[in-house]
């Protein structure tokens, strides 16, 4: 495995949703913010080139960079094997099952996320894990609505098949798509929006035990990726090749208007509701 440098990957140029919130982090906290995304592209780049679970080197290699980084953050390495084994996953040719699978993966590769970033913003509670889990599958659920043409040309289909039937991988990438099977489309991604937004309620429920100081960005991080599913729903769930995203002036618009609902969060969002199984290590 090749040697991991923190500048290689910029949270700037690549992760500008989160980048736009971060602003809004004390200086320490941002600066290890964007080296934990730094780790998580950098191994992402590494599953592109392996099938190999990384991070019982990662683990033995006590002097690495991104061991060094775990150990001093207190962020656990069991969380590392479940993220690596959702990058490892992409690598082959995706087909998700059903709604579990689909949420199982989300999980490793964004829900693990989550976790990793509690010590991060200063979250000791262990009542937050289950908050950051939701929020962290949440925000992967908008990334597979916003890329389904995207990931279906690189032979990855995550909309589950009990939501498409028979619409084949194939289907995604047909400029002439009967109108039958689209509208299987649209009804999946319609699907894939309703379930992140459980998610993301879940997901705010959980901000009254992140600090003042941290809580704020992450807020504005999870409303700006809602903002997409909510742009696509506005949209009528209309499956088409184009990405959608966010302008500048569109995560200005979130920013100011939600700043009322983070007032008031705690009445709004008041309880965790439980609509997953439970993974094996998101309580180490």
């Not at 953050?73 to 084994?85: C, E, P, R, V, Y």
């Not at 925000?139 to 043409?149: C, H, K, P």
């Not at 319609?190 to 009254?208: C, P, Q, R, T, V």
């Not at 009528?236 to 009322?260: A, D, H, M």
Request: hydrophobic share 40%; aromatic share 12%.
């Amino acid at each position: 495995m090749t040697s991991f440098k923190t500048n290689t990957y910029s949270i700037k140029s690549e992760g500008k949703s989160f980048y736009w919130a971060s602003f809004f982090l004390p200086k320490k906290n941002r600066i290890a913010a964007s080296r934990l995304y730094s780790i998580c592209r950098y191994l992402d780049d590494v599953a592109d080139n392996s099938k190999l679970d990384t991070s019982s080197q990662i683990k033995e290699n006590e002097s690495s960079e991104i061991n060094i980084f775990f150990k001093k953050n207190n962020i656990n390495l069991g969380i590392l094997k479940d993220l690596i084994d959702g990058l490892i996953s992409d690598q082959q040719n995706v087909r998700v099952t059903d709604e579990k699978e689909l949420i199982d993966y989300s999980y490793k590769v964004a829900g693990t996320v989550g976790l990793m970033m509690l010590p991060i913003i200063n979250t000791k509670d262990a009542e937050a894990r289950k908050h950051a889990i939701d929020l962290g599958i949440a925000m992967q659920l908008t990334n597979i609505a916003r890329d389904v043409y995207e990931d279906a040309k690189m032979n990855r289909l995550y909309l589950p098949k009990e939501w498409l039937g028979q619409v084949s991988i194939s289907d995604l990438i047909d400029n002439k798509l009967d109108d039958q099977k689209k509208k299987l489309i649209e009804l999946a991604i319609k699907n894939l929006i309703e379930l992140s937004d459980k998610f993301y309620a879940n997901g705010f429920s959980g901000m009254k035990f992140i600090p003042l100081r941290t809580r704020l960005a992450i807020f504005f991080a999870a409303k700006i990726y809602k903002g997409i599913g909510e742009k696509i729903k506005s949209g009528g769930y209309v499956y088409k090749p184009e990405r959608i995203y966010l302008n500048k002036l569109e995560k200005l618009w979130i920013t100011i208007i939600s700043i009322p609902e983070f007032l008031f969060l705690n009445n709004i969002f008041k309880s965790y509701k439980p609509i997953r199984g439970s993974f094996k290590n998101e309580n180490i």
